[in-house]
């Protein structure tokens, strides 16, 4: 049981925390937040390990379990995941995705649900509405910015360690996309999983315009801020399988996907690269072209 005389003080510092999100100040303890220079988003919702302290883990009682149910295992690999993926595409891109990384553990909340059945302790509900609250904030920011954008919101399955899933609610979260660039956008080698198969993943759907995997078809992140609904940015689901997220996979993985993403932005996203300096094309020493500089 709760110790009841510490409620006041847990709920001073959620809302504490809630207020800072908003304001765009330092990440609170149980949300991780980046403000970013880029149409990208990233969200890790189910990787978090932390306890909220004096909030009850949930029972689910009534509920179906699985896919869109109740569910409180977390998907490990997954927090750290996003974070190795944000870096990367800082480096790629010489500027800042967005990102919103859970950091609590599932079994108090679950920001992949709709509200009512997202937690059952209503203290958890300021670290819900906190992800939620960072998560919208930077969809409208790169939606004024940019005009359109790239929602990537990573999970963990355990149906095959080898496979990353797809979960577009078979492409209506990327309604957007494909009414601009059409369905090859979505579905061909060029769309961002076919990209993903040709630097040697193994994808579902495969062919691309399959049905997407009952129970991974996107989830509540996904299906409230895709683009079939106001914010304008496209989202994709993806679910790695094991081979993906363990310590020693993560690194190239997040290589990985940063490349097709890159690969993605340059055809979708109206993204200009850096040059990055060829092997073998630098100039020889001493022949180098300066600048005068300025006094």
Request: net charge positive; hydrophobic share 35%.
């Given at each position: ?5 510490h409620?006041p003080?847990l ?6 925390s809630?207020?800072?999100i ?23 919702p189910h990787g ?5 302290p004096?909030?009850?883990v949930?029972?689910?009682?009534g509920?179906?379990?699985?896919g ?5 295992n ?5 927090e ?7 870096a ?14 859970a950091r609590?553990h ?8 709709p ?31 940019f ?8 999970h ?6 080898d ?10 979260t990327?309604?957007?996309?494909r009414?601009r660039?059409g ?5 061909g080698e060029t ?9 040697g ?11 997407e995997q ?16 106001g ?26 996907l940063t490349?097709a ?6 055809s979708f996203?109206?993204i200009?690269?850096?040059?990055e ?5 630098a ?11 300025s006094?």
């Amino acid at each position: 049981m709760r110790n009841l005389t510490h409620r006041p003080l847990l709920l001073v510092l959620l809302l504490g925390s809630f207020a800072l999100i908003a304001r765009g100040d330092e990440p609170p303890q149980f949300v991780r937040t980046q403000m970013g220079e880029l149409p990208i988003i990233l969200s890790a919702p189910h990787g978090g390990r932390l306890d909220v302290p004096n909030v009850d883990v949930r029972k689910g009682e009534g509920l179906a379990t699985g896919g869109s149910g109740f569910v409180v295992n977390r998907d490990t690999g997954t927090e750290e995941l996003a974070q190795q993926v944000a870096a990367v595409i800082e480096k790629r891109f010489g500027k800042k995705p967005y990102f919103v990384i859970a950091r609590s553990h599932r079994k108090y909340l679950d920001p992949n649900r709709p509200p009512e059945i997202a937690y059952e302790d209503p203290d958890a509900k300021p670290v819900y509405d906190a992800y939620h609250a960072a998560l919208q904030s930077s969809c409208r920011e790169v939606q004024q910015k940019f005009h359109k954008g790239l929602l990537l919101d990573l999970h963990g399955q355990g149906m095959a360690k080898d496979t990353v899933f797809r979960g577009t609610q078979n492409g209506k979260t990327v309604t957007l996309l494909r009414e601009r660039f059409g369905e090859a956008a979505h579905v061909g080698e060029t769309s961002l999983f076919g990209r993903l198969k040709l630097h040697g993943w193994k994808v579902h759907p495969d062919p691309f315009a399959g049905r997407e995997q009952s129970g991974y078809l996107g989830g509540y992140i996904v299906q409230t801020y895709g683009s079939h609904q106001g914010f304008g940015i496209d989202a994709i689901q993806l679910e790695f399988g094991a081979d993906f997220r363990a310590k020693v996979a993560r690194e190239k993985t997040a290589l990985t996907l940063t490349n097709a993403i890159a690969e993605y932005a340059t055809s979708f996203l109206d993204i200009k690269l850096p040059v990055e300096p060829q092997p073998g094309n630098a100039p020889a020493p001493g022949t180098q072209e300066t600048s005068p500089v300025s006094r």
